[in-house]
């Protein structure tokens, strides 16, 4: 009989537990709060422009998964970015997506609960997820600490490593121009307080011509001291900074995250 398992989180560690028990014959249902999977592999649109406003790249270690992205890259869902590693292609919600393909997606559930029926789990969401009668012989629970505890909990599992678990802030700013020259490149990462990574979001393969994009992702300590300022507010700081560091002056259009 074929056995049945729910996977919480459709992010690339939920999507790579799936993989495995569907290749080894299971029936497997992916679970996730947001409308598509691949969590921070994620790309953000607004007024027609894109960016890769979590996960910048990836990089390939061990035979197995360089096989897998070796795949991606003849499927086109993914290409080499400079030097500096692998994107998705045409956004780094393709990489989701494709490790996705023949998988079950339950998408916009947010798990609330899980509950022992005998030798069988049921599964409650906040949306009002009804698990089918046979319900599931195993659940993954793939989701950050602080989201896996209420879950874990509600199923009297007490997990310690939940609670110490700590997670770095990161604000986040899309900025678009119009089609410039881009003196910074590929990548920044300068030497700042404020600012750990500039990403010429632009500059990626398979992106859409005709608009010179970033992604700025602040420093931890940055992002923690300024965590209860607006978003406004944020941009317009992270905007001064990237102009400073990038000698632009130009104004830009900012998308503050």
């Keep these: 009989m074929t056995r049945r398992w729910a996977v919480i989180g459709g992010g690339m560690a939920g999507l790579a ?7 080894a014959g299971c029936d497997v249902s992916i679970f996730d709060k947001s409308r598509g999977v691949g969590g ?12 890769d406003h979590g996960a910048q ?18 499927d086109g869902g993914a290409a080499a970015w400079g030097e500096v590693g692998y994107v998705g292609t045409p956004g780094m ?8 393909r023949g998988l079950s997606i339950i998408p916009s559930q947010t798990v609330t609960r899980l509950d022992r029926d005998g030798a069988r789990w049921r599964i409650a969401s906040a949306e009002g997820y009804e698990t089918p009668p046979e319900g599931f012989d ?7 600490a602080p989201q896996a505890a209420p879950i874990l909990a509600s199923a009297g599992i007490d997990w310690s490593g939940t609670a110490r678990a700590r997670y770095a802030p990161c604000w986040a700013l899309m900025i678009a121009f119009g089609a410039i020259d881009d003196p910074i490149g590929v990548s920044l990462r300068p ?6 990574w500039i990403a010429a979001d632009s500059s990626k393969p398979g992106r ?18 300024h965590l209860e300022r607006t978003p406004q507010e944020v941009a317009a700081m992270l905007l001064a900074r990237f102009q400073l560091l990038s000698r632009r002056s130009l104004i830009g259009v900012p998308h503050p995250l």
């Design 17 to 23: 537990a799936a993989r495995r028990l569907a290749g």
């Design 40 to 51: 921070r592999m994620a790309t953000r649109r607004a007024e027609g422009l894109q960016f």
């Design 57 to 74: 790249f990836f990089t390939a270690r061990g035979d197995g998964f360089v096989r897998e992205v070796e795949a991606l890259v003849g």
């Design 93 to 100: 919600s393709a990489v989701g997506r494709a490790f996705a």
């Design 138 to 144: 195993g659940v993954i629970v793939a989701t950050p």
């Design 191 to 196: 030497t700042d307080e404020a600012i750990a």
């Design 208 to 225: 859409a011509a005709g608009s010179t994009t970033y992604v700025i992702h602040a420093t931890p300590a940055w992002s923690r001291q």
